[in-house]
C-alpha cells in the first residue's frame, strides 16, 4: 500500500493490527512522528477472492469474507449445481508453489452430513464443478440416446431409465462397449445386476423369439 511519508509499504500477509503497528514503527523510525498511532480500514479485499467454475449456476469470482470458509459455503454462493453438474468439485490450489488438485465428494458430504471433509480456501483457488457422467444406450429400447449416470446404477436401473425393452427386445445377450484407460474400446456381455460406468455404451439386442 501507498502511505503518506513513507511511499509504498509492503502489507502483504499481514493482520490489521499487525500493519498499524508496521506502518507506526516506520513513521517512528524515520523521524516523522514521535509516538503514532495508526488506524487502518479494509474497505475491500480485492485479491481475497476465489474462482468458481464449471456447472454452476452463477460460476464467477467471488470473495472470501467472515473469517474462513469452505468449499461448500462458496457452492451455494454460486447457486449451486446446475441441470448438468455432478457429485463432485476439483478444488485446484497453489500453496508455496506447489499447485494440487482435491476431488471433493458434495454429495457425501451432504448425506453422511461428514463437515470434516469440506476443504477450507484461501485466497486466489480455484473450485471447478465437474459434469455429471453419462452413459449410452441403444438398440431395442424405447428412448435410446445418452442418459444421466446414477450412483450404484446397475444394467437393469439403465435399461428403466431408456424406457425398457421395445416390443422387439430381450435382455438377453446385453453387451457393453466399454473404454479402457488407453482409450480403447472393448465389449462386455453384461448382466441386470451389473454396474454401469461413465461412458459406458449399453446395446439391447432383438429377440429372434
Same mark, same amino acid.
Given at each position: 500500500? &501507498?502511505?503518506?511519508?513513507? /511511499? @509504498?509499504?509492503?502489507?502483504?500477509?499481514?493482520?490489521?493490527?499487525?500493519?498499524?503497528? !508496521?506502518?507506526?514503527?516506520?513513521?517512528? !523510525?524515520?523521524?516523522? *512522528?514521535?509516538?503514532?498511532?495508526?488506524?487502518?480500514? *479494509?474497505?475491500? *479485499?480485492?485479491?481475497?477472492?476465489?474462482?468458481?467454475?464449471?456447472?454452476? %449456476?452463477?460460476? $464467477?469470482?467471488?470473495?472470501?469474507?467472515?473469517?474462513?470458509? $469452505?468449499?461448500?459455503?462458496?457452492?451455494? @454462493?454460486?447457486?449451486?449445481?446446475?441441470?448438468?453438474?455432478?457429485?463432485?468439485?476439483?478444488? =485446484?490450489?497453489?500453496? %508455496? /508453489?506447489?499447485?494440487?488438485?482435491?476431488?471433493?465428494?458434495?454429495? +457425501?458430504? =451432504?448425506? %453422511?452430513?461428514?463437515? +470434516?471433509?469440506?476443504?477450507?480456501?484461501?485466497? /486466489?483457488?480455484?473450485?471447478?464443478?465437474?459434469?455429471?457422467?453419462?452413459?449410452?444406450?441403444?438398440?431395442? =429400447?424405447?428412448?435410446?440416446?445418452?442418459?444421466?449416470?446414477?450412483?450404484?446404477? &446397475?444394467?437393469?436401473?439403465?435399461?428403466?431409465?431408456?424406457?425398457?425393452?421395445?416390443?422387439? /427386445? &430381450?435382455?438377453?445377450?446385453?453387451?457393453? !462397449?466399454?473404454?479402457? $484407460?488407453?482409450?480403447?474400446?472393448?465389449?462386455?456381455?453384461?448382466?441386470?445386476?451389473?454396474? *454401469?460406468? &461413465?461412458?459406458?455404451?449399453?446395446?439391447?439386442?432383438?429377440?429372434?423369439?
Amino acid at each position: 500500500m &501507498t502511505f503518506p511519508l513513507l /511511499g @509504498q509499504v509492503e502489507v502483504g500477509g499481514l493482520t490489521v493490527p499487525e500493519a498499524e503497528k !508496521k506502518i507506526g514503527g516506520l513513521l517512528e !523510525k524515520g523521524g516523522y *512522528v514521535r509516538k503514532a498511532q495508526v488506524n487502518l480500514i *479494509v474497505s475491500q *479485499v480485492a485479491s481475497a477472492q476465489v474462482s468458481v467454475l464449471g456447472m454452476v %449456476n452463477r460460476p $464467477g469470482r467471488y470473495p472470501l469474507e467472515g473469517g474462513k470458509r $469452505g468449499v461448500m459455503d462458496m457452492l451455494a @454462493q454460486a447457486g449451486g449445481f446446475n441441470a448438468d453438474g455432478g457429485d463432485t468439485v476439483t478444488l =485446484v490450489r497453489n500453496r %508455496n /508453489g506447489q499447485v494440487t488438485k482435491t476431488v471433493v465428494d458434495v454429495v +457425501d458430504i =451432504v448425506r %453422511n452430513g461428514a463437515m +470434516d471433509k469440506d476443504m477450507e480456501l484461501a485466497p /486466489g483457488d480455484v473450485i471447478y464443478a465437474e459434469r455429471s457422467p453419462h452413459f449410452y444406450i441403444y438398440g431395442e =429400447v424405447q428412448r435410446p440416446g445418452s442418459f444421466r449416470l446414477e450412483r450404484q446404477m &446397475t444394467v437393469a436401473q439403465a435399461l428403466a431409465v431408456g424406457g425398457g425393452l421395445t416390443p422387439r /427386445g &430381450t435382455e438377453r445377450g446385453t453387451r457393453i !462397449k466399454r473404454r479402457n $484407460g488407453d482409450g480403447s474400446m472393448h465389449v462386455v456381455d453384461a448382466k441386470a445386476d451389473d454396474l *454401469v460406468q &461413465t461412458d459406458d455404451v449399453i446395446y439391447i439386442k432383438e429377440s429372434w423369439f
